[in-house]
């Protein structure tokens, strides 16, 4: 797998499972994080608890370059958790990796967290002052100090981070495992996924339930906003406060951060894309010969948008499946050449041939161009461009690598302007108001990335310093 640096990533993945002893944990977790490779590329690791000894091994890169069966084969116990990163706040370096494990004074803790915290800078000031010496970089290890920190005087794990979580703000899936539980909870407004599933009579956590099938589980629920799950020798139970704010996944989830298998919160993600592009078929009609979808995410709406408009539904485009890691971070004169290395047109299937292309999204629009000359190239006489999102218009401030407003390209110029740097013979974005129509109807998703409407409170330094760093100070307004 590669990233594709034209589009926005996901922060990470998480992954966690406690074992009635029939299945190893560190298997387990290998097969749900291989599922959830997507979700984050630079980093890896699996923690796992035995009789109370936490062990685990981490490293850069995909989860095949970082673990082996000798590796695994020593990763021995009831419990385990997983993780997949990409840095959207932090560094890309090895210290940064998860699961974090942090020994204490109540003895041993792993911890693996998607999402990013608004109040990270605070806090972790505010830990600094207090003695806390800092080993990476991410607000993961904040969350894990002031864990550690109501541990002290709560009678539990749960209870230390039942206590916990409200001091904290933002977005936060996570997955936490003591000596003796696995907890998992999830921030009250439910930013990012997080799903139970079970095996015989062991319990899985996962960001998504692709996870869940790689692994055999069967899905039972997903954690709810603001809620925490405990499992241990007595089983799963929920600990859940009230919670006073609506809910807000990222709406981003089914445009493009999930994969198309996975169910978030009950929905599929694959019937969400495809009903994208059937409302983009009604937004803009138009008359064309063939529909094609840029890959992966692309495909999937652009097979809804063909079974609406009746243009029949034809591959297009390859894509390149065995890109090695140096694709990442290509040089400036590579990544004018990147777009043929990763996808190439199907020349028999677009020459002579009017398109009509979708895609998940344009953030910088310098691939859109490359892709619909690549086309034209390859004989296609029309390319109608079609876009199953609405512009970025904001930054996002809750786990997404969504840039400032100056990388942004709906920012800069209209939608008639990207469509002719784009070299397209027509563009359309999704309708803000038909994101609604895509979820089916549901509400209680977050669209901050297109609306400007964030739903929780983000502070004013934060907006004026968006590529932050934690260890930096910065400047007030």
């Known amino acids: 797998m590669d990233y594709d640096l034209s589009k926005p990533h996901e922060e990470c993945g998480v992954f966690g499972i406690y074992s009635d002893g029939g299945t190893a944990p560190a298997y387990a977790a290998y097969n749900g994080l291989l599922a959830l490779q997507h979700r984050g590329q630079e980093s890896c690791g ?58 204490y004074i109540k003895g041993t ?38 864990i550690a920190r109501e541990r002290v005087d709560a009678p539990s794990i749960e209870e230390a981070v039942r206590r916990a979580l409200p001091k904290i703000q933002g977005s936060y899936s996570l997955v936490v495992m003591s000596p003796q539980k696995l907890i998992a909870a999830r921030d009250p407004h439910g930013f990012r996924p997080l799903c139970i599933g ?33 499992v241990d020798s007595n089983g799963l139970r929920s600990i859940k406060d009230p919670v006073n704010v609506e809910k ?15 169910y978030i919160d009950g929905k599929s993600v694959y019937e969400a894309r495809k009903e994208a592009g059937r409302l983009l078929a009604k937004q803009n009609p138009v008359e064309a010969d063939i529909v094609i979808g840029v890959p992966e995410s692309g495909i999937d709406a652009a097979i809804g948008y063909s079974e609406e408009s009746g243009i029949p539904y034809q591959k297009g485009i390859v894509k390149n499946s065995y890109i090695g890691r140096t694709f990442i971070k290509p040089s400036q004169s590579e990544r ?57 218009l904001w930054p996002c401030y809750y786990g997404t690598d969504i840039p400032s407003k100056d990388d942004l390209i709906a920012c800069q110029h209209s939608i008639e302007e990207i469509g002719k740097m784009s070299f397209a013979d027509s563009i359309d974005f999704l309708h803000l108001d ?5 979820m089916g109807g549901c509400s209680g998703f977050c669209d901050a990335c297109f609306s400007g409407k964030y739903p929780a409170p983000v502070p004013d330094y934060l907006i004026a310093n968006k590529n932050y760093d934690y260890c930096t100070p910065i400047k007030r307004f």
């Not at 911890?111 to 109040?119: E, V, Y």
């Not at 062991?202 to 906003?225: I, M, N, Q």
Request: aromatic fraction near 6%; charge should be negative.
């Open 336 to 392: 004018v050449r990147s777009v043929r290395i990763k996808l190439n047109a199907l020349s028999s299937c677009v020459k002579g041939k009017r398109v009509v292309m979708l895609d998940d999204s344009i953030v910088r629009g310098t691939t859109s161009a490359r892709i619909v000359t690549m086309l034209k190239d390859a004989g296609a006489t029309e390319v109608h461009l079609r876009i199953s999102s609405p512009p970025f």
């Open 434 to 438: 038909n994101l609604p129509k895509m």
């Open 248 to 262: 807000s996944l990222c709406v981003f989830e089914y445009i493009y951060f999930a994969r198309t298998d996975s």
């Open 109 to 146: 803790l792993a911890i693996a967290h998607n999402g990013n915290l608004t109040n990270a800078y605070e806090l972790r000031h505010e830990l600094e002052h207090r003695g806390c010496i800092f080993q990476t970089t991410i607000d993961t290890e904040v969350i894990a100090y002031i």
């Open 46 to 103: 699996i923690a796992v608890c035995d009789r109370g000894v936490i062990s685990y091994s981490k490293d850069m890169g995909l989860v095949t370059e970082a673990f082996n069966d000798k590796i695994l084969d020593d990763l021995v116990g009831q419990m385990a958790v997983g993780h997949v990163r990409y840095s959207t706040a932090g560094g890309s370096v090895r210290e940064n990796a998860q699961p974090l494990v942090m020994r």
């Open 198 to 230: 079970r095996l015989d009579n062991s319990y899985v956590f996962a960001s998504e339930t692709c996870a869940l099938d790689a692994c055999g589980a069967e899905y039972v629920r997903d954690v709810e906003p603001g809620e925490i799950v405990v």
